[in-house]
């Protein structure tokens, strides 16, 4: 439930909402806004007695929140949220962010070398994974601690924010202590103890849609999050499994726009996953941004034959280089621009 004050309302009326969402046993959440304050009644509000709170004095009006995930959703919030994971990296604006780097983190040299490459080609943040969810136990599982401090060392010698995985709830203080948001992967995207951890930490989070999982059950995941504390949450869409095995997965584009109608947080792609191909990478990244996403995912590899993980989806840097080209022309397409390398300034012209 939804409590929208009047834009005239006191501070000492919100303050009496608050305290009598309170006495009713509810968490209540100020949200202050530009015009006005709205206060979310957080709970199972199934039961509530909205008449106590519509005779408040300051109260303008009382909206009763239809879908299951409340705060995720529009109606909760109207506008878009904007999630920061680095001084002018920002999701949800009108300028795409770009996450470059290998799938895994597999030794200094290749990590500062991924950063490097794709830094140069306009990546706005460095992904890499230290902590590697595999198919089998048998796999390259990820350097762990270790890659997380290469992470840091890539970061330091680029300036590029760090994306990275936690597979669990010590793996993702850890990636909190090193990294700059912290990913939760589609295998975990219904690890509720996780998602509940994630949502009490001060960091971003980015959270990948499961392979199994409908647009409904992303929201409900994200919902988990932002019930904890946390609204710095970007969604994306990684493909999902389907019956062709032509390609690595069903690469959904349209669950781009239809996660933006229905959620104020920022939604991004990851066409790699998405594809597993890499001659299918580019053409569907492309697809991502002009269908509206707020950013993609991307695997580039300085040497992809040799990756330990994902070597066949992965990049080259050229291409790399190319498609954020190309991604450029078509954001200014439809009247967005893709964000400046950090560190980078604007060429100033005359
Ligand atoms: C990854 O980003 O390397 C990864 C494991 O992705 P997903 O969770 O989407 O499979
Ligand atoms: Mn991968």
């Known amino acids: 439930m939804l409590i929208v004050m009047a834009n005239n309302a006191t501070r000492d009326q919100v303050e009496r909402v608050v305290k009598v969402i309170e006495e009713m046993g509810y968490t209540a959440r100020p949200m202050p806004g530009e015009q006005r304050t709205a206060i979310g009644l957080v709970g199972n509000d199934g039961r509530v007695d909205s008449s106590r709170i519509e005779g408040l004095s300051g109260v303008a009006e009382v909206i009763h929140v239809t879908k299951?995930?409340?705060?995720?959703?529009?109606?909760?919030?109207?506008?878009?949220?904007i999630v920061t994971i680095a001084p002018g990296v920002s999701f949800g604006g009108n300028e795409i962010q770009i996450i470059a780097g290998p799938c895994s983190v597999e030794s200094e040299q290749q990590i500062v070398a991924s950063a490097l490459?794709?830094?140069?080609?306009?990546?706005?943040?460095?992904?890499?994974?230290?902590?590697?969810?595999?198919?089998?136990?048998y796999s390259f599982q990820g350097l762990g601690k270790k890659g997380l401090e290469m992470l840091a060392l890539a970061r330091r010698e680029t300036g590029l924010p760090i994306v990275t995985e936690a597979l669990d709830e010590e793996g993702a203080h850890l990636v909190a202590e090193y990294g700059d948001c912290i990913q939760i992967g589609a295998r975990n995207m219904q690890n509720y103890s996780l998602l509940r951890a994630v949502g009490r930490m001060k960091k971003p989070v980015l959270l990948k849609r499961g392979m199994a999982a409908t647009i409904v059950d992303l929201l409900m995941s994200a919902e988990y999050i932002l019930a904890e504390g946390n609204d710095q949450v970007i969604l994306c869409e990684r493909g999902i499994r389907s019956f062709d095995t032509m390609a690595r997965n069903l690469f959904d584009l349209t669950a781009i726009p239809l996660v933006q109608r229905l959620s104020h947080l920022p939604m991004i792609a990851d066409p790699s996953h998405g594809t597993g191909l890499r001659d299918k990478v580019t053409p569907m990244g492309r697809a991502a941004i002009a269908a509206g996403a707020d950013g993609?995912?991307?695997?580039?590899?300085?040497?992809?034959?040799?990756?330990?993980?994902?070597?066949?989806?992965?990049?080259?840097?050229?291409q790399f280089a190319r498609l954020v080209q190309e991604v450029r022309a078509?954001?200014?397409?439809?009247?967005?621009?893709?964000?400046?390398t950090p560190g980078t300034a604007p060429i100033q012209v005359g």
Do not use: C, M
Not at 68 to 81: A, F, H, I, L
Not at 331 to 339: C, F, L
């Open 330 to 340: 078509i954001a200014s397409a439809i009247g967005r621009t893709v964000a400046l």
């Open 296 to 318: 993609i995912l991307v695997e580039v590899h300085p040497n992809p034959d040799r990756a330990l993980s994902d070597g066949g989806q992965s990049l080259f840097p050229d």
């Open 68 to 81: 299951p995930y409340k705060q995720v959703s529009r109606e909760w919030k109207s506008e878009n949220t």
């Open 117 to 137: 490459a794709v830094r140069a080609g306009g990546a706005t943040a460095l992904r890499g994974g230290a902590f590697k969810p595999r198919s089998s136990p």
